[in-house]
């Protein structure tokens, strides 16, 4: 979401969710934005599988660019659209709690151990919408960065929730890369690991069908992917991109 136009869209049918009852975890990366702060600060962005490398310097950026300026922007558009929106880090209250992942070693990049429900419950009661950037606090005390996909996967598990929708800038996961005429409607959850190994699913992709497929074996009720461009389609999400099943 890096049109204005485009995010302040979407922020609007957040609020349109809330506004029919919806208890809403917005949870969001920003790695258009650090890239952006890396290449000012002199560093070049590395991604690993789709996963950014993150050294020190990287992980310095992220806590500057994803828990400052994306969060506070995304909640102020919340708060213009007439919503109480809270921005939070996955550290803050311990919400995301992680280790080092090793297998492949891409740096600060977090595993995500343990989400803390309690204090997203609480402001969800209370009627806020929570907007979470996805840096955990690691075993060892140190900050993390975590990819987006996967840490939205990890709480919409643990927070056993109706739906999981991750928006993106293409139609859904495509048969044929670049062929919006291959959407793939449905993929179970244990076709994922297949999809990816015959190079269907790849790049960045990949994170995002894994914490989908992770999301509905903890629980999720349904869990999809849509077009993040398409005007209005989070709020008719059942009739865009990739839904993921059980099974």
């Known amino acids: 979401m890096q049109s204005e136009a485009l995010k302040s869209?979407?922020?609007?049918?957040?609020?349109?969710?809330?506004?029919?009852?919806?208890?809403?975890?917005l949870v969001h990366g920003g790695g258009p934005e650090l890239s952006a702060l890396q290449k000012r600060l002199g560093l070049e962005p590395r991604f690993?599988?789709?996963?950014?490398?993150?050294d020190g310097d990287t992980m310095d950026a992220a806590l500057m660019a994803l828990?400052?300026?994306?969060?506070?922007?995304?909640?102020?558009?919340?708060?213009?659209?007439?919503?109480?929106?809270?921005?939070?880090?996955?550290?803050?209250?311990?919400?995301?709690?992680c280790e080092k992942q090793t297998e492949p070693d891409i740096g600060f990049v977090g595993r995500v151990l343990e989400v803390d429900k309690g204090l997203l419950r609480s402001l969800c009661g209370a009627g806020y919408i929570p907007v979470i950037s996805t840096v955990g606090l690691g075993k060892d005390g140190l900050a993390y960065n975590i990819n987006a996909d996967t840490a939205a996967g990890k709480i919409a598990g643990a927070l056993k929730a109706e739906f999981f929708i991750t928006m993106s800038d293409v139609p859904g996961v495509l048969g044929e890369t670049d062929?919006?005429?291959?959407l793939i409607r449905e993929i179970r959850a244990g076709e994922v690991e297949?999809?990816?190994n015959d190079g269907v699913i790849t790049g960045g992709m990949i994170p995002k069908a894994r914490g989908l497929a992770?999301?509905?074996?903890?629980?999720?009720?349904?869990?999809?992917?849509?077009?993040?461009?398409?005007p209005h389609?989070?709020?008719?999400?059942?009739?865009h991109g990739t839904v993921f099943v059980r099974g």
């Open 48 to 54: 690993v599988d789709g996963l950014r490398y993150t």
């Open 179 to 182: 062929d919006p005429e291959s």
């Open 214 to 230: 992770e999301a509905v074996k903890d629980g999720v009720g349904a869990a999809s992917i849509i077009d993040g461009r398409v």
């Open 9 to 25: 869209g979407v922020m609007k049918d957040v609020s349109a969710l809330r506004e029919a009852g919806a208890a809403v975890v």
């Open 233 to 239: 389609a989070l709020r008719a999400f059942a009739e």
């Open 194 to 196: 297949a999809l990816i």
């Open 67 to 97: 828990c400052g300026k994306v969060n506070k922007d995304l909640v102020r558009l919340l708060e213009n659209s007439g919503q109480k929106a809270v921005g939070l880090s996955g550290i803050d209250g311990g919400i995301l709690r």
